[in-house]
């Protein structure tokens, strides 16, 4: 197995090929991908469609899947499998969702920056979106490159924010588009969760700069002050030269790493079908100490 890995950015993002995702992925495959994923963060596999059991299947082998905020929200699945995030417009009954679906709340609020799931107190580490039906226009998904952006923050800013914890709200996206319809009981069961404004990458040894639209405070700050703070860091780490653009065509298989990376959909017709699932898996359970 020869993993090929074709850049797709000046920073990071690959196309990569040379391997069938419907089979069980070798050992060294398996370390191949995790290798090109510390490095290039984003990985595309073209032409790769894949059942929901293949998807399954597939992701399992990074790591153990966390269903996301569905573990609040108790919304009805689509899906065979719990562990399938729903990231399409795509109603119960297979017909594309009506404007006044509560779902389409999730797909509008993808189109704010974020890395998945920073609002839970377990920290996830890839995704990884199959595309089966995508749009004619619009539709696309953006990444950036959050080792760059903080590379390059001007010294005085990067002294502002290292060392400052941001509180990740889940809900907190979602009531900025309007959507408050979340009862005490749901909210209670994702309490906001502190994590360090810039952390570094596991994988790479990297710094990175962790802002998101989950972020409602910022420790030391205001709140409007904590606020402000993290739009402009949205600002600087999404300029166009840390973002990559992705152009979905059906059987497309894209993975990320959530802890190097943030990203966003763009807008697109709600008229229009656009099916894509999601699997997620949690950073592996910590190695025990050797002396244990
Ligand atoms: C996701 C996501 C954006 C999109 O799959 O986690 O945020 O383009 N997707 O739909
Ligand atoms: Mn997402």
Redesign the pocket.
């Known amino acids: 197995m020869t993993l090929s890995l074709k850049p797709l950015h000046p920073l990071f993002a690959a196309e990569a090929g040379g391997v069938d995702l419907t089979q069980p992925l070798p050992e060294d495959a398996i370390r191949a991908i995790d290798a090109a994923m510390d490095r290039y963060a984003v990985l595309v596999f073209r032409g790769q469609p894949l059942s929901q059991a293949e998807q399954i299947a597939l992701a399992k082998q990074f790591g153990p899947l966390d269903a996301g905020l569905r573990k609040a929200t108790g919304a009805p699945t689509r899906f065979q499998y719990e562990e399938l995030i729903d ?1 399409g417009n795509v109603a119960l009954d297979g017909t594309v969702a009506g404007r006044d679906n509560a779902k389409l709340v999730g797909v509008l609020a ?1 189109q704010l920056w ?4 920073t609002f839970q107190d377990i920290p996830v580490k890839y ?1 990884m979106l199959s595309a089966v039906v995508v749009t004619e226009e619009g539709g696309e998904t953006q990444w950036a490159d959050l080792r760059a952006a903080w590379d390059a923050l001007p010294e005085k800013t990067q002294r502002h924010v290292e060392g400052r914890m941001a509180r990740h709200s889940a809900f907190h996206s979602r009531l900025s588009l309007g959507d408050d319809r979340y009862s005490e009981e749901q909210l209670m069961r994702f309490p906001p969760v502190e994590r360090p404004l810039v952390h570094v990458h596991p994988g790479s040894g990297r710094k990175v700069l962790y802002p998101s639209v989950h972020i409602d405070r910022v420790s030391g700050l205001s709140i409007p002050e904590g606020r402000l703070l993290v739009a402009e860091l949205l600002e600087h780490a999404t300029q166009r030269e840390f973002v990559y653009t992705h152009t979905w065509r059906s059987g497309d298989y894209v993975m990320w790493d ?1 802890r190097a990376t943030l ?3 763009r807008r697109y017709d709600l008229s229009a079908r656009r099916d894509l699932r ?1 699997t997620t898996t949690l950073e592996r359970p910590a190695a025990r100490a050797a002396a244990a």
């Open positions: 990231i993808n974020h890395a998945d799931s995704s959530n990203h966003r959909g999601r």
